[in-house]
């Protein structure tokens, strides 16, 4: 199954490319990224080679793997983005009114803004997205971990589709480190110096 993570940002520049690799192989053993990757797509792809050097699957641990994201860049109004949100729940409701009444089929949960996050949203003008497979160990593992560091660079908010969860770039990396690791893993990734960013 599709999933996204959209990240609200006004300061992703390719400037912060190698400083993403730099910060992704703090956690993981990324050996490259693809050279024409650009935050100023509108529609793109995130290729990486990288090392999988976990306990768990240890048959994949001798080679080097490769994954692929779709990516894309646009702009956003806050505005336009609500109207969309009201329409798609109008939508829902109808859809699944007439479901109902053949057959049960679950819907995707709608999108909630809080007054936190929507505050938050009102300052950003463009959304990045990241495109993975959930159901893929390393696609949501990587996924995941890039989108929490563009979006602690970017200095932005982040919408995780697959569990309908908002982060701020003050607590994205933290929370989705605690969910990606171990209680053994989780020392040596989260007591790393964070990387200055100029907002």
């Keep these: 199954m599709s ?6 940002s006004n300061s992703l520049t390719d400037e912060l490319i190698p400083t993403l690799l730099k910060r992704l192989n703090e956690h993981e053993t990324v050996l490259d990224m693809n050279p024409s990757f650009s935050f100023r797509n509108p529609s793109g792809s995130l290729a990486m080679v990288f090392k999988w050097d976990k306990p768990s699957i240890t048959s994949f641990n001798e080679n080097n793997l490769k994954l692929n994201f779709s990516t894309g860049m646009q702009s956003f ?3 336009e983005y609500k109207k969309k949100l009201f329409k ?4 829902r409701q109808n859809f699944l009114q007439k479901l109902f009444k053949k057959k049960k ?5 709608p999108v909630k803004l809080t007054p936190e996050i929507e505050g938050q949203l009102e300052k950003y003008n463009k959304v990045f997205s990241l495109k993975y497979y959930s159901g893929n160990l390393f696609e ?3 996924a995941t971990l890039i989108g929490a560091i563009i979006t ?11 569990e309908n969860t908002w982060y701020t770039h003050k607590n994205v990396l933290g929370e989705c480190l ?3 690791y171990t209680l053994e893993e989780l020392p040596k990734h989260i007591n790393k110096n964070a990387i200055a960013v100029a907002s």
Excluded: Q, R, W
Aim: aromatic share 12%.
């Design 3 to 8: 999933a996204f993570i959209h990240i609200y």
């Design 77 to 79: 109004d806050l505005k």
């Design 88 to 91: 798609d729940k109008l939508v």
């Design 105 to 109: 089929k679950k819907a995707s949960p």
């Design 140 to 142: 949501s593992h990587f």
């Design 152 to 162: 602690e660079m970017g200095i932005g908010v982040c919408h995780f589709t697959h």
């Design 178 to 180: 605690s969910n990606l």
